[in-house]
């Protein structure tokens, strides 16, 4: 069984950078896709980034040049930098991850993903 704990979340400024992280739990198998969705209020849940266990990654448009996702295998710890974060950048951001080593196509379906986290809000002003 797949165990997500996200950290990180706060307020910040917009222009900012911001660091999220998500420790998977041991039992996690390192070689599955694991990804950043956000949900903001009254929106739909957006995949925000994805990344394969050899470091392949997907971005929204949205986030493109301004975020960047990371893992570390070893720790089993996937990172979203932020950066030039926008008041439009606030949401709930949530870590999940699908249990294959694809992470399929955009746009992402959340019903792909097996397992998340509880959320981690992220406000910029």
């Known amino acids: 069984h797949v165990q997500l704990v996200e950290s990180g979340g706060g307020s910040v400024q917009t222009g900012g950078s911001w660091r999220l992280s998500c420790l998977a739990s041991?039992?996690?198998?390192?070689?599955?896709?694991m990804a950043w969705f956000r949900q903001a209020p009254g929106k739909e849940r957006e995949g925000v980034a994805t990344i394969t266990n050899d470091g392949r990654t997907t971005y929204a448009d949205s986030v493109k040049g301004r975020f960047t996702i990371s893992r570390d295998n070893a720790e089993k710890t996937v990172y979203l930098q932020m950066g030039s974060l926008e008041p439009e950048d606030t949401a709930m951001y949530y870590c999940?991850?699908?249990?294959?080593?694809?992470?399929?196509?955009?746009?992402?379906?959340?019903?792909?993903?097996?397992?998340w986290g509880q959320g981690t809000q992220v406000t910029v002003s």
């Open positions: 041991r039992s996690t198998n390192r070689k599955y896709c």
């Open positions: 999940a991850v699908r249990t294959s080593w694809s992470c399929g196509l955009r746009p992402l379906l959340e019903a792909d993903f097996a397992y």
